[in-house]
């Protein structure tokens, strides 16, 4: 809620018993995902609502771009399948609350404090999730057939009636399994 880019990706060489910091100033990187073939990283940035790529190899190893932004709703756990295709997923188990989009369109010397503030309400007073279950698939642009990263799909259930506040996700056997904080099952989605 505080909004501070504090998060970092860091790599532990067990070898060498040295940590590097792979990527910092993230925006509460709360998914991260590693190819199949180990070229990149995908990183859910949950309050920008959009999925950064971090590449391992290449001409652009050491860099970091955006996949894809201006997602509907604030992502969460990332899966990178290793199975049959080259598609990553991305569980999305809000839309943007309207209030914390009015916050961040405020100047940032008021925006801070508004969010300050709001850390420290009661529980009881802070605004709800809304009820939306979702995933986004994202081809990484990895492939020949595509020359960027782009969505290629995106699960709803926007008002939450069958699966609601999906966390995580992951591809199995050409299923998603989709997991939550407040569910008590998995969710299953035949790709």
């Not at 955006?66 to 990332?78: E, F, H, K, R, S």
């Not at 939450?160 to 998995?186: P, R």
Request: contains cysteine; charged residues 20%; hydrophobic residues 40%.
């Amino acid at each position: 809620m505080r909004g501070k880019r504090t998060g970092r990706i860091l790599r532990y060489n067990p070898k060498s018993d040295k940590v590097d910091v792979l990527v910092s100033d993230l925006w509460f990187a709360n998914g991260i995902a590693v190819d199949k073939e180990e070229t990149f990283i995908m990183i859910s940035e949950t309050p920008a609502a959009r999925a950064l790529k971090y590449h391992l190899t290449g001409t652009k190893k050491g860099t970091t771009e955006t996949m894809v932004d201006q997602l509907p709703g604030m992502v969460d756990g990332a899966c990178c399948n290793h199975e049959m295709s080259k598609l990553c997923y991305a569980a999305i188990p809000t839309p943007i609350p309207s209030l914390i989009n009015f916050i961040f369109s405020l100047p940032p010397f008021i925006e801070i404090h508004l969010r300050t503030l709001m850390m420290m309400l009661p529980k009881s007073l802070a605004p709800e999730p809304v009820p939306y279950g979702g995933v986004v698939e994202i081809s990484p642009g990895n492939d020949a057939s595509y020359t960027s990263h782009h969505i290629s799909r995106i699960f709803q259930d926007p008002k939450g009636e069958n699966i609601k506040m999906i966390t995580g996700v992951t591809v199995h056997e050409n299923k998603l399994y989709l997991a939550s904080l407040t569910n008590d099952f998995i969710g299953v989605y035949d790709l």
